[in-house]
C-alpha cells in the first residue's frame, strides 16, 4: 500500500488540497508526485526529476503537518545545487540531440535560476516561514511538474 500523501495543485490560482478528486478553478487540479507520465527516457534525467519531485513532495507534507518552515534553508540549497547541475545535465544532454527547441528550453531554466535566487535572497533577508515555504511550493512547484510534462517531454522523441 502506497503510504505517500497525495497533493493536488490548481494550475490556475495554485491553491494546494490533500483530498482528490479535486476541481479548482474550472479544471482538474494536477496530483504533485511522481509517477511515469515523467519520464522523458533518460535515466539520469528521470532520476533527477524524480528527486525533485521527491523532494518537494515531503516539502508539501511537512507544511500540511504544520511544520510550515520544513528545512526550508536545506529546500532552497539543494534547489541552488540542483538548477546548477541539473539543467547543465539536462542542456548537454539536449545539445548533443541537437534538440530544436534547445535555446527556448535554456531560457527557462535561465527563469528558474533566476527565481530560486529570489527566493534564497528572502530567505537571507527574512528567515524562515510558512508564507516562504508557500511561495517556493508555488512558485517552483507549479513550474517543476509543468515544465516536464510540457517542456521536458519535447525531448523524448529525441531519444529514440
Not at 483530498?19 to 509517477?35: L, N, Q, S, T
Not at 515523467?38 to 521527491?54: C, R, S, Y
Not at 518537494?56 to 507544511?63: E, K, S
Not at 527563469?111 to 508557500?134: D, H, Y
Request: a negative charge.
Amino acid at each position: 500500500m502506497d503510504s505517500q500523501p497525495h497533493f493536488f495543485f490548481c494550475r490556475y490560482c495554485r491553491s494546494i488540497e490533500t483530498k482528490a478528486p479535486i476541481v479548482c478553478c474550472g479544471d482538474k487540479m494536477v496530483e504533485f508526485r511522481w509517477d511515469d507520465s515523467l519520464e522523458i527516457g533518460n535515466q539520469i534525467v528521470d532520476a533527477q526529476h524524480k528527486e525533485l519531485v521527491d523532494m518537494f513532495a515531503n516539502l508539501i507534507t511537512d507544511f500540511y503537518s504544520e511544520k510550515p518552515t520544513y528545512e526550508l534553508e536545506q529546500a532552497l540549497n539543494f534547489l541552488d545545487a540542483y538548477t546548477v547541475n541539473h539543467f547543465n545535465t539536462e542542456e548537454q544532454l539536449t545539445q548533443s540531440l541537437q534538440f530544436k527547441e534547445f535555446e527556448k528550453h535554456k531560457g527557462m531554466h535561465e527563469t528558474l535560476k533566476k527565481t530560486v535566487a529570489e527566493l534564497i535572497g528572502k530567505f537571507q533577508r527574512e528567515g524562515p516561514s510558512g508564507s516562504l515555504a508557500m511561495e517556493l511550493n508555488t512558485k517552483i512547484g507549479d513550474w517543476l511538474l509543468v515544465h516536464i510534462r510540457r517542456e521536458d517531454a519535447k525531448i523524448k522523441p529525441y531519444l529514440k
